[in-house]
């Protein structure tokens, strides 16, 4: 069971926009910068997102992060069967002194 | 071009040790903070250990008193001491490289290819 909650899977056709979302408490999210990482098959995972909104460089702008409160939510728009990946979101957790990770969401591009 | 080169993973009995070593280039990686995160075969990410720049480590609770990570400045290397393997601590272990923004965010903005550890009799 992973401190933070994203959903399994989530799936869109090419071209469309897609969200994910992550869960977590005050200790995590609540009060601490959130960041997102892909991880294509077979590949380490890669930032995608870091301190809620910021793309690194060489990330497209079709890549978009947010948070509210002690949520947090990648966006995806113009979706290519390249983005098929899984996702993950990461942040501190102050209580635990732990990085903590949600449990991945599998995008489909159908 | 930063790079993390993980090695020292295999196949290990339960209750055995296992060393391993993740060699940075590319950048000193003594001022940075850098950490051990697992993945176990069709799982998410789990974070194992860190260690900051001045050398305070983290572990996290699974791992507690029986892995250690630690650093040779010298060699830029980054290393993870695994004893009491358990079979549940079989995955592919990363190292990341930890960075801080200028909002003091904290994230992970380079990662090695991994390196295998099997604990099976």
């Known amino acids: 069971q992973s401190v933070l909650t994203q959903p399994p899977s989530v799936s869109a056709a090419p071209g469309q926009k897609v969200t994910i979302s992550c869960s977590g408490s005050s200790s995590n999210i609540g009060n601490n910068y959130v960041s997102w990482y892909q991880q294509l098959p077979g590949t380490a995972p890669k930032l995608l997102i870091y301190d809620n909104n910021e793309r690194p460089s060489g990330i497209p702008d079709r890549f978009s992060g947010s948070k509210s409160g002690t949520s947090a939510t990648l966006g995806i728009t113009g979706l290519q069967t390249g983005d098929e990946a899984d996702y993950y979101c990461g942040t501190w957790d102050s209580s635990l002194s732990a990085w903590v990770f949600g449990g991945g969401t599998k995008l489909t591009v159908l | 071009e930063v790079q993390l080169l993980e090695s020292g993973g295999g196949l290990v009995q339960p209750g055995g040790s296992l060393r391993l070593s993740c060699a940075a280039s590319g950048f000193i990686s003594s001022r940075y903070g850098m950490s051990w995160v697992r993945q176990a075969p069709g799982k998410g990410l789990e974070w194992v250990s860190g260690i900051i720049s001045g050398g305070r480590t983290y572990h996290a609770d699974s791992v507690k008193g029986r892995f250690t990570i630690s650093r040779d400045n010298s060699k830029n290397t980054l290393f993870l001491q695994m004893n009491s393997l358990r079979a549940e601590d079989t995955a592919l272990y990363y190292c990341?490289?930890?960075?801080?923004?200028?909002?003091?965010?904290?994230?992970?903005?380079?990662w090695g290819q991994g390196t295998l550890v099997t604990v099976s009799s």
């Open positions: 990341a490289k930890e960075v801080v923004s200028a909002d003091y965010g904290y994230y992970f903005d380079c």
